[in-house]
């Protein structure tokens, strides 16, 4: 297995048997070879030539790994030198967070973005843009701003707009923007039209956006297939964000961590394997990474990038 993976070559019984950790003879090799080979685990190319494994050998292969590894001491400083530097706008933050992810394992990386609708408010606040023009400004858990400018009508004062800022932070904190709640009234009715400008305004701003993917490292997959109808298929699928956001929930809902081959289901994938985990922020799933890759892939590798980049970046979200 880690022959074939190394060198992307069939792997014949002679070579196995010259490992150091191999003391049986190459017809012994062979003869195990041709077993596994009967059951499905290596398949042979061609006549005399050597051993390559199969989907199901790469699943044996996976689930026999004990957890996702450890990054080595040069991956584990690029990824404490990108968190600690990090800042910015989310949408620019996850775009570089797939690029550090495809530098870590020189294959495509997935960053699927968090759905706004499933964050909750952290903070809200009204200010004064003009005469009668305010922007009502709203902070999510998952890092995202959410602006929206208002027609206020009248000529509202400093005091009045930090009354509506206090009234709406009351409200609407700790919610989130896909259910506004309707407003108690607070004894003032010039400050209860305001303040229902301002939800009004959120409530349309934030129309159900399609959720972001950014994909880091796409031309790798290039280097990874010989066949250009192979490539040509791998690259249109990942500009189809809706099937790359399918792609990647699909996999988790099934409980995997990994998926070889046709387990994924995609035909233009079927020479691809997807190592994805899910990205918290306050405790909850909010997106998913993945790397995307031929099934000969370095699995332990990969597994271990998507785990550290997948807890750094939600521990950096929640952080803020």
Do not use: W
């Amino acid at each position: 297995m880690e022959g074939y993976i190394e060198t992307a070559q069939p792997v014949g019984s002679t070579n196995v048997a010259r490992r150091d950790d191999i003391a049986v003879s190459s017809a012994t090799v062979r003869n195990e070879m041709v077993a596994l080979e009967q059951d499905g685990y290596l398949a042979q190319p061609h006549t005399s030539a050597g051993r390559i494994p199969t989907d199901k050998g790469y699943r044996f292969f996976v689930d026999s790994l004990v957890g996702p590894g450890q990054l080595d001491l040069n991956r584990t400083h690029q990824v404490r030198s990108f968190f600690a530097s990090a800042h910015g706008a989310l949408e620019d933050m996850l775009h570089q967070t797939s690029q550090l992810l495809s530098n870590l394992t020189d294959y495509a990386a997935v960053v699927v973005g968090p759905a706004h609708e499933q964050a909750t408010i952290r903070s809200v606040q009204l200010v004064g843009i003009g005469t009668r023009t305010g922007l009502v400004v709203a902070v999510l858990s998952n890092g995202v701003v959410e602006k929206a400018t208002v027609d206020l009508g009248d000529d509202v004062g400093d005091e009045r707009l930090g009354a509506a800022t206090a009234h709406l932070s009351h409200a609407l904190v700790g919610g989130t923007l896909a259910s506004l709640p309707t407003l108690p009234p607070s004894g003032d009715p010039l400050l209860d039209d305001i303040c229902a400008t301002a939800v009004r305004g959120l409530a349309g701003g934030h129309e159900k956006e399609p959720t972001e993917v950014f994909v880091g490292g796409a031309s790798r997959v290039a280097n990874a297939f010989d066949a250009v109808e192979t490539v040509r298929r791998v690259l249109g699928t990942l500009e189809q964000q809706f099937v790359v956001v399918t792609l990647l929930r699909d996999v988790l809902d099934r409980g995997l961590s990994v998926a070889i081959g046709a387990e994924h289901g995609f035909d233009a994938l079927a020479e691809c394997s997807l190592i994805v985990a899910p990205y918290e922020v306050e405790g909850e799933v909010a997106g998913s990474i993945g790397v995307l890759g031929p099934t000969r892939m370095h699995y332990p590798e990969a597994l271990a990038a998507v785990a550290v980049v997948s807890q750094r970046l939600g521990r950096h979200l929640s952080e803020g």
